[in-house]
């Protein structure tokens, strides 16, 4: 550790012997300040590390913000640099991805490999009439088709908008109508603890309720019996056996603000949001992200645990580890399956060095003991990475000293699908206070200030904003400009600063503390819900009039919901009708937004405005005070 941060005032880990001499940044404070000073030529040089089809113009046009450019007229594509340039060197051979199913089949795919499919399927996609721009929805489990769809998709110019295997067959159906995609990319099932979960079925009810789908291909994972319209749904291995999938597929030379994907994310509104992300500076955030933070090398074998169906998936295990020529390790299941053991046996197996996943799991896994971890050897581990939400510093401890065996510095990544790559994180050589995500990445420009745009002093509270714009940012809403001004852009227009949405502190080393978020959207097992989405799930119900939800700490989900419900006159509430609702919003909504716990109410507290003031339930939850109700409607 160089001597960057103050001695600590609480407690402070510093990086074993042999972290800092490798890695990639070693100055952190020079790199920063050099970012700072200019940094469009820092990007610049960033961006120069990739290939590009056609240099650009402008580093960063920001004459219409907040609808920033960057790399403007440089032409590239993602899969020029994640795959084509590397089937032209020694790392054609090399292993790019390593898939473990939950029944415990292995796939390797070297580069070639992988290159190869990608181009089949680009090929494939084609010839069902897909061309640059057109929108691809993907809803798969963590299988390698999932990846190779997305690259594939990306190859051609395609936009691919990935919704995560575990949302139900309304909000599947909400994503295909927004972005209007006439082609859906899925598979039979997937496996999950032993069980099947039966996709299929879910998109042809969602294809039944949004019919703009026109082409369903399918892949054969689980293998049970499905339906199959003529016409309509493909088997995937039958189209990648046909001439037309030829492996020889020509890259669509895109504009580097040309869109990749959209992505969907939870806001406010019950309407999720298409977050929209492109191929030029993305790639060029994404890539310099990965190798800087978990130090990237080529002998590594890198596992970002999450799932591909979520913006850390996209970033950080597809894109990134891929542009990189980095070896990465996909797992289709549970942890816990069959025994809790599972994830350390693979560790040991493929002999992982870098571990990314999310607070949640740590405390998942912890929860099964030590025992289960120690009868494996770990010491292939170099760096450790959480993600998603503030991680206890229990959990940090335990990560640390069983999992890391004390030898592995842990960084904590704070970020979001709006921004594309890590923002708030440590790199290698710093000193790590557990549950602080450290300091802001080079090139980002963050503060936390008041509401008048003062920076707070430290150990007070502030909303998080970044003054300038980076790369990896989003550039808009898909369709709806005005949302994404108002929603990032509109409190600080003044100032033009982007607002993150969470609140968070400075401590007096100057590191940040990230608290939580500000607005109405949860974080359960490290997912992101609005609240408003479930709300929305439980009305559709004809019992209910109204309700309101919150979250409340649990000690392994960090958050679970707690629903109250007006029920309509007439209906009588019941234990079985709490059931019923819960049904109701696994199958409008999904698994993960089921309420833990419903509770039946003949009222809800709420301002004279009409707004519910979730404090006051929140507090009434968890049997604590309920402050100030000077506000409350009488
Ligand atoms: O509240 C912050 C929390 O997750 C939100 C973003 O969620 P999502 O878009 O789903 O992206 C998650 C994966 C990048 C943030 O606004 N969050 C994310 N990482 C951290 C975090 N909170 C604290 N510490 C983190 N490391």
Same mark, same amino acid.
């Given at each position: 550790?160089s001597?960057?941060?103050?001695?600590p *005032?609480?407690? @402070? %880990?510093? =990086?074993?012997?042999? $972290?800092?001499?490798?890695?990639h940044?070693?100055?952190? !404070?020079a790199?920063?300040?050099e970012s700072m000073?200019?940094l469009?030529?820092?990007?610049?040089k960033?961006?120069? *590390?990739l290939? @590009? %089809?056609? =240099?650009?113009?402008t $580093?960063?046009?920001?004459?219409?913000?907040p609808?920033? !450019?960057?790399?403007?007229?440089?032409?590239?594509?993602?899969?020029l640099?994640?795959?084509?340039?590397?089937?032209?060197t020694?790392?054609r051979?090399k292993i790019a991805?390593?898939?473990?199913?939950?029944p415990?089949?292995?796939?390797s795919?070297?580069?070639?490999?992988?290159?190869?499919?990608?181009?089949?399927?680009?090929?494939?996609?084609?010839?069902?009439?897909?061309?640059?721009?057109?929108?691809?929805?993907i809803y798969m489990g963590?299988?390698?088709?999932?990846?190779?769809?997305?690259?594939a998709?990306?190859?051609?110019g395609?936009v691919?908008?990935?919704?995560?295997?575990?949302?139900?067959?309304?909000a599947?159906?909400?994503?295909?109508e927004?972005?209007?995609s006439?082609v859906?990319v899925?598979?039979?099932?997937?496996w999950?603890?032993?069980?099947?979960?039966?996709?299929?079925d879910v998109?042809?009810?969602a294809?039944?309720?949004s019919p703009?789908?026109?082409?369903?291909i399918?892949?054969?994972?689980?293998?049970?019996?499905?339906r199959?319209?003529?016409?309509?749904?493909y088997?995937?291995?039958?189209?990648?056996?046909l001439?037309?999938?030829?492996?020889?597929?020509e890259?669509e030379?895109?504009?580097a603000e040309d869109?990749l994907?959209?992505l969907?994310?939870s806001?406010t509104?019950?309407?999720?949001?298409?977050?929209?992300?492109?191929?030029?500076?993305?790639?060029v955030?994404i890539?310099?992200?990965?190798?800087?933070?978990?130090?990237?090398?080529?002998e590594?074998?890198?596992w970002?645990?999450a799932?591909?169906g979520?913006?850390?998936?996209h970033?950080?295990?597809?894109?990134?580890?891929l542009i990189l020529?980095a070896t990465?390790?996909?797992?289709?299941?549970?942890p816990?399956?069959p025994y809790?053991n599972?994830w350390?046996?693979?560790?040991?197996?493929?002999?992982?060095?870098?571990?990314?996943?999310?607070?949640?799991a740590?405390?998942?896994?912890?929860?099964f003991?030590d025992a289960?971890?120690?009868?494996?050897?770990?010491s292939s581990?170099?760096?450790?990475g959480?993600?998603g939400?503030?991680?206890?510093?229990?959990?940090?401890?335990?990560?640390?000293?069983?999992?890391?065996?004390?030898?592995?510095?842990?960084?904590?990544?704070?970020?979001q699908?709006?921004?594309?790559?890590?923002?708030?994180?440590p790199?290698p050589?710093?000193?790590l206070k557990?549950?602080?995500a450290t300091?802001p990445f080079?090139g980002?420009d963050?503060?936390?200030?008041d509401?008048?745009?003062?920076t707070?002093?430290?150990?007070?509270?502030?909303f998080?904003v970044?003054k300038?714009?980076?790369?990896?940012m989003?550039r808009?809403?898909y369709?709806?400009?005005e949302r994404?001004?108002?929603?990032?852009?509109s409190?600080y227009?003044?100032?033009g600063?982007y607002?993150?949405?969470?609140?968070?502190r400075f401590?007096?080393?100057n590191?940040?503390?990230?608290?939580?978020?500000?607005?109405d959207?949860?974080?359960?097992?490290?997912?992101?819900?609005g609240?408003?989405?479930?709300?929305s799930?439980?009305?559709?119900h004809?019992?209910?009039?109204?309700?309101?939800?919150?979250?409340?700490p649990?000690?392994v989900?960090?958050?679970v919901?707690?629903?109250?419900?007006?029920?309509?006159?007439?209906?009588?509430?019941s234990?079985d009708?709490?059931?019923?609702?819960?049904n109701?919003?696994?199958h409008?909504?999904?698994?993960i937004?089921?309420?833990a716990?419903i509770?039946?109410?003949?009222t809800?507290?709420?301002?004279?405005?009409?707004?519910?003031m979730?404090r006051?339930?929140?507090?009434?939850?968890?049997?604590?005070?309920?402050?100030?109700?000077?506000?409350l409607e009488?």
């Open positions: 550790m001597d960057e941060f103050s001695p *005032t609480s407690e @402070w %880990y510093y =990086p074993a012997n042999g $972290v800092v001499e490798n890695a940044v070693k100055d952190y !404070k790199i920063y300040k000073d200019d469009e030529a820092f990007w610049a960033r961006a120069e *590390t290939d @590009w %089809y056609e =240099p650009w113009d $580093v960063l046009d920001d004459s219409n913000a609808f920033f !450019k960057w790399f403007s007229g440089g032409k590239t594509n993602v899969t640099n994640a795959l084509d340039r590397h089937v032209k020694w790392r051979n991805m390593i898939w473990e199913g939950e415990g089949d292995k796939v795919l070297s580069y070639w490999r992988l290159w190869q499919e990608v181009n089949k399927f680009g090929n494939v996609l084609r010839s069902m009439g897909v061309k640059k721009g057109d929108t691809v929805t963590r299988i390698p088709e999932l990846a190779i769809a997305m690259l998709c990306a190859k051609i395609a691919h908008s990935v919704v995560y295997g575990g949302f139900s067959d309304q599947l159906a909400d994503r295909i927004d972005a209007q006439r859906l899925t598979a039979d099932g997937a999950l603890r032993g069980n099947i979960v039966h996709l299929k998109v042809d009810e294809v039944h309720r703009v789908v026109e082409t369903i399918v892949v054969r994972r689980t293998g049970h019996d499905i199959m319209e003529q016409g309509r749904d088997w995937y291995h039958d189209l990648m056996n001439p037309i999938a030829s492996p020889i597929c890259t030379v895109m504009d869109p994907f959209i969907y994310t806001g509104t019950g309407k999720p949001k298409g977050v929209l992300h492109t191929q030029g500076g993305y790639q955030y890539s310099t992200t990965l190798e800087w933070v978990f130090d990237i090398k080529d590594d074998r890198w970002c645990a799932d591909p979520w913006i850390t998936g970033s950080y295990i597809v894109y990134a580890p020529g990465g390790f996909m797992y289709e299941g549970a816990n399956f809790p599972r350390w046996k693979m560790i040991e197996e493929y002999g992982i060095t870098i571990l990314y996943t999310a607070p949640t740590i405390r998942g896994l912890m929860r003991g289960w971890p120690k009868r494996h050897n770990l581990l170099r760096l450790l959480t993600v939400e503030p991680i206890n510093p229990e959990a940090w401890r335990w990560y640390h000293t069983v999992i890391g065996k004390e030898q592995c510095p842990i960084m904590d990544t704070w970020w699908t709006e921004t594309g790559g890590f923002m708030i994180t790199v050589s710093f000193g557990p549950g602080s300091r080079p980002i963050a503060d936390i200030v509401e008048d745009g003062n707070v002093p430290p150990g007070e509270d502030g998080l970044i300038r714009p980076w790369p990896g989003l808009t809403v369709g709806d400009p994404y001004k108002e929603q990032y852009w409190k227009q003044k100032q600063w607002l993150a949405g969470d609140s968070a401590d007096d080393d590191y940040i503390w990230v608290i939580g978020r500000i607005d959207v949860l974080k359960v097992s490290g997912y992101r819900l609240t408003a989405e479930v709300e799930g439980l009305v559709s004809p019992a209910v009039a109204e309700s309101a939800v919150i979250g409340i649990d000690e989900k960090g958050n919901i707690y629903a109250y419900c007006i029920l309509v006159a007439g209906a009588e509430p234990e009708l709490k059931d019923e609702l819960k109701h919003v696994r409008e909504v999904g698994p937004a089921v309420p716990k509770e039946f109410v003949e809800l507290p709420k301002t004279r405005s009409g707004k519910i979730r006051v339930l929140k507090a009434r939850a968890q049997g604590l005070p309920e402050g100030d109700l000077s506000t009488r």
